[in-house]
């Protein structure tokens, strides 16, 4: 499933690529959207970060007074073309790792902080390290936001091989309705916002996902996300298992018109 991600690992590192549109931004009119997965006690793949690290970065965000805003305040503020509050952060969960329950939820629900999973729905049983329905639901209950990561986390701008046109936008349309659907069951709330997978999307797949009801899009790269951002390709800064505590700090202090080292 994760084959590409070195490859966009890459291409984020470079620069080459970069989904996110990178627009300028000045200090209290950007919000910084960070993009975390596995959280677990020995990170052992690319996108996983130690639990020692995780705390030690949200005790960062405390310390230094970032603003943690829930994900509908940031897209209201786009909307309405109003300020971002300084130093304002969204975080992010994508996949539906048990950690999002573990540890993230009572982290966060502890310090009366929002958060957002992206769940992608095909894996919800509750074995191994998946989230069950009981557990999105009581998180859901208790003040996580919970929004659509599609329904297998394909690549939604590719075609499987020898799937014709048709074919490929009926499976992607499924992807995108279905997950909503879902969710919507479990929590008994609106899902708005899909996190496209490996942080890919072009402009049919936009065009689907807002057909499909989506308000927002969040994509992965660099650059701010100012109330001039386009809702449809909304940046997110990855935080992954060699993403030094400099460079963490760097992304808060909006450093990132380059690539992130």
């Known amino acids: ?12 590192q470079t620069g080459r690529g970069t989904p996110g549109q990178e ?5 209290d009119n950007e919000a910084v959207i960070l993009c975390y997965h596995r959280i677990v006690e020995k990170p052992g793949k690319a996108y996983d970060i130690s639990i ?53 939820y009572p982290y966060f629900r502890d310090r009366g902080w929002p958060v957002t ?17 009981s557990q999105i639901e009581e998180m859901s209950k208790n003040g996580v936001d919970v929004e659509s990561h599609t329904r297998w986390h394909p690549m939604l701008t590719k075609k499987l091989a020898g799937e014709n046109e048709k074919a490929y936008e009926k ?12 969710l919507e069951e479990i929590t008994g709330r609106e899902v708005k916002y899909l996190a ?39 940046s ?6 060699d993403t030094k505590f400099d460079t963490f700090k760097k992304i808060l202090d909006r450093q990132w018109n380059r690539p992130v080292p």
């Not at 499933?1 to 984020?12: E, K």
């Not at 499976?171 to 879902?182: P, Y």
């Open 1 to 12: 499933m994760f084959a590409v991600l070195p490859l966009l690992i890459a291409d984020i």
């Open 23 to 27: 627009i300028p931004c000045k200090p």
């Open 52 to 104: 020692e690290d995780f705390h030690k970065q949200c005790g960062y965000l405390a310390d230094n007074n970032y603003r943690i805003i829930p994900l509908d305040f940031l897209v209201e503020c786009i909307e309405k073309q109003q300020p971002f509050p300084g130093k304002a952060v969204v975080v992010t969960v994508d996949d539906g790792d048990i950690s999002n329950y573990t540890v993230v």
């Open 117 to 133: 999973i992206f769940p992608y729905t095909g894996i919800i049983t509750g074995k191994g390290r998946s989230l069950s329905r």
């Open 171 to 182: 499976r992607i349309r499924k992807e995108l309705s279905d997950s909503k659907k879902f």
């Open 196 to 234: 496209a997978p490996y942080g890919l999307c072009n402009r049919r797949v936009t065009a689907w996902a807002v057909e499909s009801g989506y308000k927002a899009i969040l994509l992965l790269g660099r650059g701010c996300n100012g109330i001039n951002a386009d809702l449809l390709r909304l």
């Open 236 to 241: 997110r800064m990855m935080i992954m298992r």
